[in-house]
């Protein structure tokens, strides 16, 4: 795909969509750090149904520790792998207090050190909370970026590599929002809202007839 091609594309999403942000309901960098820490193979739906319980009595990192982990999993308990979540959020929280005075650090280092924060979580953090222009590549990033020809790659780190190469650079802040976004409700995995796409045209999945109504 053609730097032309690619420019088009997110002045398109952008235009759909000019401030796009995750679906995540936060009021802090802790909390969304939480949150995505609690999403992994989660719907936002069900993570934000239990962070707005969790949060209404803990939202701080000292908050969660005197929860203690039992206490974490009563709140979180709807969530998938809940066990191992509250684990990791409390032994996140206490290098938090231990090591950061409580604040979430906004550097990549510090936030992997983070027990259950990988490079994605990291990614979403850094993008959301602090600004930075990074490309948290999950599922939904991965596939639109392989079928539409946008940036494609053989894991989420290649495709993560060619996106930050290529999208251009007035784009980049809001990307990967955006293809979260197309990725959840048009570039579906089973059957693609080809018909409905706002970038149908410009994209190169070669099979996208099959699915134009």
């Not at 996140?92 to 992997?112: F, I």
């Not at 894991?155 to 809001?174: F, I, T």
Request: charge should be positive.
């Amino acid at each position: 795909m053609n730097k032309e091609k690619r420019t088009e594309i997110f002045e398109r999403l952008r235009k759909a969509n000019p401030t796009p942000t995750t679906e995540l309901v936060y009021d802090s960098p802790f909390e969304l750090l939480v949150a995505v820490i609690l999403s992994a193979q989660a719907t936002d739906v069900g993570v934000n149904k239990a962070t707005a319980r969790l949060y209404a009595v803990a939202n701080t990192p000292q908050a969660i520790l005197d929860l203690g982990v039992d206490g974490l999993k009563e709140h979180i308990k709807t969530i998938g792998l809940y066990n191992t979540k509250a684990e990791n959020v409390i032994k996140t929280c206490r290098q938090l207090v231990e090591k950061h005075d409580g604040q979430v650090p906004a550097n990549r280092k510090d936030l992997e050190a983070l027990p259950g924060v990988g490079r994605k979580t990291a990614n979403v953090v850094l993008n959301t909370a602090f600004g930075q222009p990074t490309m948290a590549v999950d599922t939904h990033i991965f596939r639109v970026s392989n079928r539409t020809g946008l940036a494609t790659g053989k894991n989420v780190e290649e495709v993560e590599k060619r996106l930050v190469r290529l999208v251009p650079r007035e784009y980049r802040q809001d990307a990967h929002h955006w293809l979260i976004l197309h990725g959840r409700y048009t570039c579906v995995a089973r059957k693609p809202r080809c018909g409905s796409c706002i970038i149908e045209d410009l994209c190169e999945f070669p099979d996208k007839r099959d699915y134009i109504e």
